[in-house]
C-alpha cells in the first residue's frame, strides 16, 4: 500500500505526467500513478503521436504537444523509455524544477547517469530510481535482516524470455539487443546485493549462450556470481547468500504487480518533495553506482 490511507485533497496532490508509450508506461507507470495518494496523472508524452493520443485518452488525461509541453503541465516526471533515451530527457526535467521517477538503468553510460545526477542537485528536486522489489515491504525487509549478518558469497540466476508468447516485451527493441540482459534484469539483482554483501569494487563479465555471467566483487571479501538471460526457454529465479560457516539464505522473490510498487514509490517521492522525512529505498544515487558496475562489467566483454 502508498503511505498511509488517509486521501489527501486534491490540492495536496503533485500532477505527474508519463513519459513513454509502450506496454511499463501505460499498465505500471501510469497506473501506479493513479493508484497513487499523493500524486495525480495528467498527463503523457510519447514521440508516437498516434499511441500516446490513445494512451491519455485511456487514462483520460492530456496527450502533451511535446516533452516541453509535458514540463509545463506537471510537477513530476516518470520515466519508460529506453535507457539509451532516459538520461537526456531525466536531466532536462531535473534542471526544469521537475521531480523524477527513473526506470533502471538509470543510464547505459557513467557519464550520462552523473550528469543526471547534476541536473537533480542543481535543479533541487528530489529522485528516485524505480527497482521493483525493494519497493515491495515485505522483500525489503528481508533485504534489510540480511544486511544484518555475515555473507562470503551469493549465487544468482534469473532467466526469462521476452519473446515468449504473450510476453508484452516481444516489441521491445532496445531487449532485443545482445546484451538486453545485462541491462534489464541485472539492475535488479544489483540493487539487492549491494545492500546485503557492501559496495560493489570490481566486476567482470562473459557471454553466455542466452544472455551474460558476472562476478562482482564486494567490500569486505564477499564476491557473487550472476547469470541472467532474456532468452532462456525456461524461466529462473533464484537468489542465494552463502555464508562463511556454510549457512544459506534463499531469498524467494515471487512475482509481483508492479503498479503497488509503482504508486508507493511515487508518494515516497512526493512526500520527500513536501518536506517529509520518508526513507527511499532506492535513491538515484544507487541508480548512478548500478549504471557504474553495469558499464564496467560491459566494458570487461
Request: charged content about 20%.
Amino acid at each position: 500500500m502508498p503511505l498511509d490511507s488517509t486521501p489527501l485533497p486534491p490540492s495536496s496532490r503533485l500532477r505527474v505526467g508519463v513519459v513513454g508509450t509502450a506496454h511499463w508506461a501505460r499498465e505500471v507507470h501510469a497506473a501506479g500513478a493513479v493508484a497513487a495518494e499523493r500524486a495525480e496523472l495528467v498527463a503523457v508524452w510519447g514521440r508516437n503521436r498516434e499511441r500516446a493520443t490513445a494512451f491519455a485518452q485511456r487514462y483520460d488525461v492530456t496527450a502533451a504537444e511535446s516533452f516541453e509541453d509535458l514540463l509545463d503541465r506537471v510537477d513530476v516526471v516518470t520515466f519508460a523509455v529506453p535507457p539509451q533515451v532516459q538520461p537526456a530527457l531525466a536531466a532536462t526535467a531535473a534542471r526544469a524544477g521537475k521531480h523524477v521517477l527513473l526506470d533502471k538503468p538509470v543510464a547505459t553510460t557513467l557519464r550520462e547517469a552523473e550528469d543526471v545526477l547534476a541536473a537533480v542537485q542543481a535543479g533541487v528536486v528530489q529522485a528516485t530510481t524505480f527497482f521493483t522489489r525493494r519497493f515491495v515491504p515485505e522483500f525489503e525487509q528481508r533485504i534489510r535482516d540480511a544486511a544484518t549478518q555475515s555473507w562470503s558469497a551469493a549465487r544468482v540466476t534469473w532467466f526469462a524470455d521476452s519473446y515468449a508468447p504473450g510476453s508484452p516485451y516481444r516489441d521491445s527493441v532496445w531487449r532485443a539487443e545482445p546484451l538486453a540482459a545485462l541491462w534489464d534484469l541485472a539492475p535488479h539483482v544489483l540493487s539487492q546485493l549491494i545492500p546485503a554483501l557492501g559496495a560493489v569494487e570490481r566486476v567482470s563479465a562473459a557471454r553466455t549462450t542466452h544472455g551474460v555471467d558476472l562476478r562482482t566483487h564486494h567490500a569486505g571479501g564477499a564476491h557473487a556470481d550472476i547469470s541472467v538471460s532474456l532468452r532462456s526457454p525456461t524461466y529462473v529465479d533464484e537468489f542465494r547468500l552463502l555464508g562463511p560457516d556454510g549457512t544459506e539464505l534463499v531469498l524467494d522473490f515471487p512475482a509481483v504487480d508492479a503498479v503497488e510498487p509503482f504508486a508507493r514509490a511515487l508518494d515516497g517521492l512526493v512526500a520527500r518533495s513536501q518536506g517529509l522525512d520518508v526513507n527511499c529505498p532506492a535513491p538515484l544515487e544507487l541508480g548512478v553506482e548500478v549504471t557504474r558496475i553495469l558499464a564496467e562489467a560491459q566494458a570487461s566483454l
